[in-house]
């Protein structure tokens, strides 16, 4: 069993290859190899030193010959130009995104046309393939069947790419399943490009003991999921068997990974009953109108059930997903 994570050392890709990384085995078989591919590589982390791991450094479009050097039996595609970068750049997020799916799946197709594996294609898409337009606005509770009309590049760039696997799988070139994330938090680190990234920022910072600004009004509502349940989420689906019976994956149709719906003033309602009015009155209000036309055009409230059905479950309330983060800050953890 090969196993290819791309984006492999990003926020989300860290800490599923240390999921794999613990138990060693994809679905009860054991993984020969990992390989972790990303443009930026930390040299120096524990699962780059892992005797199981190969690193691949640089742009995934230019290193498939080394992704594809031996047969790729699972692939987790996480690499990806965020939602600001590609609403300031189309091309940047055109080559990121799709030119670099589309790669990835051709090879893919190559694989099996000469005779190697059916590779399992597991994408990272968004809840940004959704959007609202006064001609046609969201229904009140979004599910895997609302039709997605994304309001940003970004959003447009996923959808796409989601398409590209639903037509190989179809075709039989690939086995691929789709994974639509919220926004996920609390994330650590520095700041991104990313137009949620405040979203993490208006806890993270204020517990670091530094000012921060919130762009967006604070009753706007928001979907979100912790990184526990994220990697849970993207592990479930990519191991889950196709079927029509309880606990499998029906049909062709994306998963919605299950959110916590929530407003910005709960958020900062939470951190100040966590950490005190101090830590809390360093976040100010700033709205910045960008931002909020992105974000604000995605939904916030989801029907869970087709998640639910693979034993996924939406984080019960803010307050665990802030825990969460305190304890991985503290020991230095990461998901489970």
């Not at 498939?64 to 939602?83: I, K, Q, R, T, W």
């Not at 694989?111 to 294609?121: E, F, I, Y």
Request: hydrophobic share 45%; aromatic share 4%; proline share 8%.
């Amino acid at each position: 069993m090969r196993v290819v994570v791309t984006g492999a050392f990003g926020f989300v890709g860290r800490r599923l290859a240390d999921a794999l990384l613990r138990t060693r085995t994809f679905g009860g078989t054991p993984i020969r190899r990992l390989v972790l591919a990303d443009r930026i590589v930390q040299p120096d982390s524990p699962a780059a030193a892992d005797p199981l791991v190969d690193v691949v450094h640089g742009d995934v479009i230019d290193r498939l010959g080394e992704v594809f050097a031996e047969p790729v039996d699972v692939l987790f595609h996480l690499a990806a130009a965020v939602s600001a970068q590609c609403e300031a750049d189309v091309d940047l997020g055109m080559r990121a995104n799709v030119d670099t799916t589309r790669a990835l799946l051709d090879a893919a197709r190559a694989q099996s046309a000469t005779g190697g594996p059916r590779a399992r294609v597991v994408f990272s898409s968004s809840l940004a393939v959704y959007g609202s337009h006064p001609a046609l606005p969201l229904p009140p509770l979004v599910s895997e069947s609302t039709l997605p009309m994304p309001q940003s590049s970004y959003g447009t760039q996923k959808l796409i790419c989601e398409h590209l696997i639903a037509d190989y799988t179809r075709h039989g070139f690939l086995d691929g399943r789709v994974a639509r994330l919220m926004t996920v938090a609390v994330r650590p680190g520095q700041p991104n490009a990313a137009a949620s990234g405040f979203l993490s920022g208006i806890i993270r910072e204020p517990l670091a003991q530094r000012p921060v600004t919130c762009p967006v009004r604070p009753d706007l509502q928001v979907a979100l999921a912790s990184p526990r349940r994220t990697v849970k989420g993207l592990i479930r689906i990519a191991e889950v068997e196709r079927g029509a019976g309880p606990g499998q994956l029906h049909g062709p149709m994306p998963v919605n990974l299950p959110a916590l719906t929530v407003s910005v003033a709960q958020m900062l309602a939470t951190l100040r009953q966590v950490a005190g009015d101090a830590v809390a009155d360093l976040v100010t209000i700033g709205p910045d109108p960008a931002v909020e036309a992105i974000v604000g055009s995605w939904p916030s409230v989801f029907d869970n059930r087709r998640a639910a059905a693979l034993g996924l479950e939406p984080d019960p309330d803010f307050m665990s997903v802030v825990r969460d983060y305190l304890t991985d800050r503290r020991t230095g953890g990461v998901s489970r």
